[in-house]
T-cell receptor
Framework: DGGITQSPKYLFRKEGQNVTLSCEQN?????MYWYRQDPGQGLRLIYY???????QKGDIAEGYSVSREKKESFPLTVTSAQKNPTAFYLC?????????????FGSGTQLSVL | DAKTTQPNSMESNEEEPVHLPCNHS???????IHWYRQLPSQGPEYVIH???SNVNNRMASLAIAEDRKSSTLILHRATLRDAAVYYC??????????FGTGTRLTIIP
């Protein structure tokens, strides 16, 4: 089945540690996105990538980094600079530059700080 | 950025129609109106989208005002599985796709 796979489902971070969240898609989509969701809140855009080897900051990129070396993969690293990382992280993909196309979301990763 | 306004919560009885409103007074001429819904601890899923004309699919209907400054998602016969947070969003495909806090829909058995 085509779709987006996020792993792990739950992740714990120690103080000062970097952690990487995985996002893989087999939909042949050009564009991929990372969102953060806090309890009872909407989704906020962290980073997005419209094409391989290119990505742009979203509204809350500080303390995060990404890479897009392959079309199907868009990992997100939560660095030690992110002082409040506890949240639900969602990855999504879509065809590129199309206002008439829908987003496909993964099932999310819940990150907590130990 | 184009923004949307939705009620924080709504309730509906099971097997009755539900009308979820969304205001988007700053919508531009090329912005599509998209609706997604999110179940607890899951990623959002696509429901429906449209530009100017009303749209129907197997999940719901989308009614768009003539001036496009508002829209309504219609669930024709709500079931308990429709209980979720519903997001109305605009300008999908643009770099600044945003999701507000949405409407939490509760279905009463």
């Amino acid at each position: 089945d085509g779709g987006i796979t996020q792993s792990p489902k739950y992740l714990f971070r120690k103080e000062g540690q970097n952690v990487t969240l995985s996002c893989e898609q087999n939909l042949n989509h050009d564009a991929m996105y990372w969102y953060r969701q806090d309890p009872g809140q909407g989704l906020r855009l962290i980073y997005y990538s419209q094409i391989v080897n290119d990505f742009q900051k979203g509204d809350i990129a500080e303390g995060y980094s990404v890479s897009r070396e392959k079309k199907e993969s868009f990992p997100l690293t939560v660095t030690s600079a992110q002082k409040n990382p506890t949240a639900f992280y969602l990855c999504a993909s879509s065809t590129r530059d199309s206002l008439n196309e829908k987003l496909f979301f993964g099932s999310g990763t819940q990150l907590s700080v130990l | 950025d184009a923004k949307t306004t939705q009620p924080n919560s709504m309730e509906s009885n099971e097997e009755e129609p539900v009308h979820l409103p969304c205001n988007h007074s700053t919508i531009s001429g090329t912005d599509y109106i998209h609706w997604y819904r999110q179940l607890p601890s899951q990623g959002p899923e696509y429901v429906i989208h449209g530009l100017t004309s009303n749209v129907n699919n197997r999940m719901a209907s989308l009614a768009i005002a003539e001036d496009r400054k508002s829209s309504t998602l219609i669930l024709h016969r709500a079931t308990l599985r429709d209980a979720a947070v519903y997001y109305c969003t605009l300008n999908f495909g643009n770099e600044k796709l945003t999701f507000g806090t949405g409407t939490r829909l509760t279905i009463i058995p």
